[in-house]
Nanobody, 125 residues
Framework: VQLQAFGGGLVQAGGSLRLSCAAS????????GGWFRQAPGKEREFVAV????????YYSDSVKGRFTISRDNAKNTVYLQMNSLKPEDTAVYYC???????????????????WGQGTQVTVSS
């Protein structure tokens, strides 16, 4: 399965962007779809994840209430709606996919087998 992330760009603080992550093929498994981000000089960090049925979503504390993750399984696509963007949200955003992820590992990048190429999000102050 190949993932492709797009939708990044330059936006002013307070603005919005929507990222999309498209899978190259429909997976036979019920996979989680997640977003991570990496700012220059920092570790890649968890942003949000959604399970197959969309019944469960998890967010990092830094984006909770501002970002919304969703998915359309018919289109093999996971979305990240980002509102009220802040300069500290500036990073390369990566989408990730994985199956059979236990709850205690849901925020660990090591739990995800598939990764997109990343899309740059820059928020100016």
């Amino acid at each position: 399965v190949q993932l492709q992330a797009f939708g990044g760009g330059l936006v002013q603080a307070g603005g919005s962007l929507r990222l999309s992550c498209a899978a190259s093929e429909r997976s036979s498994g019920r996979y989680f779809g997640g977003w991570f981000r990496q700012a220059p000089g920092k570790e890649r960090e968890f942003v949000a994840v959604i399970n197959w049925s969309s019944q469960n979503t998890y967010y990092s504390d830094s984006v909770k209430g501002r970002f919304t993750i969703s998915r359309d399984n018919a289109k093999n696509t996971v979305y990240l709606q980002m509102n009220s963007l802040k300069p500290e949200d500036t990073a390369v955003y990566y989408c990730a996919g994985g199956s059979s992820i236990i709850l205690s590992n849901i925020k660990s990048r090591h739990a995800y087998a598939y990764w997109g190429q990343g899309t740059q999000v820059t928020v100016s102050s």
